[in-house]
């Protein structure tokens, strides 16, 4: 494996959402200013690592059911650090031969995944902005890997809550989504806070000290971002909801109405 390398400007002693999550998930790519922001969230939110590791399922069921349906081309925005289950890894399994793009705007989660994935031929990583779609899918790697004239799947998982309404997330998502060639598909899972909107003002003061900017939004201000795809069986629902493989749930998901939303839409 290649060194990791930061580049100028890296501040270990800044957390980093995508660090940050790595600890939710109890990985070890995170330093102490990470794990301290994290442990500020946990207080308010203590369920958030049941959260985290239920959207890393829902990847992996989406992947698998999105392979099922003939997808071969993977385009994962706002990646993060690279995981256990990975897309392409999960797309292999089920699709030997898929192609996987993963993109993000954090140049350290770059240098991490550049390192990581070197000697994966079927996967490149990009440095690119959600906010600036049109930049992504014309960039000379994604079309290189990708052919956007064929269908491909875009996922969008724990990603949109980091745009604010300012960046009119609806619209970026839209899009994406009219780029698309038909029979693509987009996959979006977004924090919903319908159960304890009051704990949200302390979480996103956290993250205003992070690399990314966390925005509290309840079902409702959701599920419009699903809106001119055709939902796929069961719609928009809880993570564990999502075509679950089992029906045993740690029982505080069961306890939650709504927590962390998740779909699959195919564009027609």
Same mark, same amino acid.
């Given at each position: ?5 930061? @580049? ?18 109890? @990985? ?6 990470? $794990? ?19 959207? $890393? ?49 954090? $140049? ?7 390192? *990581? ?39 969008? *998982? ?24 038909? @029979? ?11 159960? $304890? ?72």
């Amino acid at each position: 494996m290649e060194p990791v390398t930061m @580049g100028p400007g890296f501040d270990p002693n800044v957390p980093n959402a995508a660090r940050m999550y790595d600890y939710f998930l109890g @990985g070890k790519d995170n330093f102490p200013a990470d $794990r301290a922001a994290a442990e500020q969230v946990l207080r308010h939110v203590p369920e958030i690592p049941l959260g985290i590791r239920e959207n $890393r399922e829902f990847l992996v069921r989406a992947v698998r059911f999105l392979a099922g349906q003939g997808i071969r081309q993977f385009l994962d925005i706002g990646a993060g650090l690279p995981t256990q289950r990975n897309v392409h890894q999960v797309a292999a399994e089920h699709a030997p031969g898929s192609t996987t793009v993963y993109v993000d705007n954090d $140049r350290q989660v770059l240098a991490h995944a550049r390192a *990581l994935l070197a000697g994966s031929p079927q996967v490149r990583v990009v440095e690119g902005d959600l906010r600036r779609p049109e930049e992504i899918l014309s960039h000379p790697e994604v079309r290189g890997h990708l052919d956007l004239d064929r269908p491909v799947a875009v996922l969008l *998982l724990a990603i949109v809550h980091f745009l604010p309404d300012s960046d009119q997330p609806r619209r970026l998502i839209e899009e994406i989504r009219q780029a698309l060639a038909p @029979g693509s598909y987009l996959a979006i899972s977004h924090v919903a806070v319908d159960e $304890r909107p009051e704990r949200a003002p302390a979480v996103e003061q956290v993250y205003q000290g992070a690399s990314a900017q966390f925005v509290a939004r309840q079902s409702d201000e959701i599920t419009p971002f699903f809106e001119g795809l055709d939902l796929v069986d069961p719609g928009v629902v809880n993570l564990h909801q999502w075509r679950p493989e089992h029906e045993a749930f740690d029982p505080r998901l069961l306890a939650v109405k709504n927590y962390f939303l998740c779909g699959v839409g195919r564009v027609s």
